[in-house]
């Protein structure tokens, strides 16, 4: 007597000749994605929902699906390129269905005083940039600055001011 698998022969998509796990692997190839984004992938693909389910914690099994990993490598290469506060990097990862839990871990693993001293990079670019505006007006451009990276008022305020008082030294 043959012993059955636990998992069916994956059935290939109508439109595109795929199986579930090429699709998945295809989508996976641009860019790290999390386990939401890769559903919903699949679901657009119309494939089984049992599919859908084996396809992921296969992924998950291998390693190559991993929403903490996913926001980890995101906060890293997001506070390299272009920082922005803790708020902001929430929605940001919030906007890619990253699972909450994900996101606290990832960016519990952020120092202290990282936020105040992107704020002040951030100032020190922007100050500079609008070396030429009168005071009131490039503190006011600073400020929206920092404020459209989601800074608090406080917090942007707190930057400008010492940028403008490692200028006075």
């Known amino acids: ?5 636990s998992m069916s022969k994956p059935k290939k998509s109508a439109e595109t000749g795929r199986t579930p796990m090429d699709a998945a692997l295809r989508y996976l190839g ?3 994605r999390t386990v939401r984004e890769v559903e919903r992938h699949l679901d657009a693909g119309e ?3 049992v599919e859908v389910y084996e396809t992921v914690e296969r992924l998950k099994e291998l390693g190559l699906l991993n929403d903490v990993a996913f ?3 995101f906060v890293r290469t997001r506070l390299a ?3 922005v506060s803790r708020a902001h990097l929430r929605q940001q990862m919030l906007a890619h269905e990253t699972d909450a839990e994900a996101i606290e871990q990832a960016l519990s693993s952020l120092e ?3 936020e105040a001293n992107n704020a ?9 940039q609008y070396a030429r505006l009168p005071e009131d007006e490039r503190r006011e451009m600073v400020m929206r600055r920092l404020i459209s990276r989601g800074y608090s008022y406080d917090d942007a305020r707190a930057a400008f001011a010492g940028v403008t008082e490692e200028r006075d030294i």
């Open 71 to 73: 926001a980890e490598e």
């Open 30 to 32: 641009s860019r790290a």
């Open 1 to 5: 007597m043959r012993m059955k698998k």
């Open 120 to 128: 002040v990079q951030i100032a020190e670019k922007y100050a500079r």
């Open 47 to 49: 494939y089984g929902e």
């Open 112 to 114: 202290g005083d990282a």
């Open 81 to 83: 390129t272009k920082p």
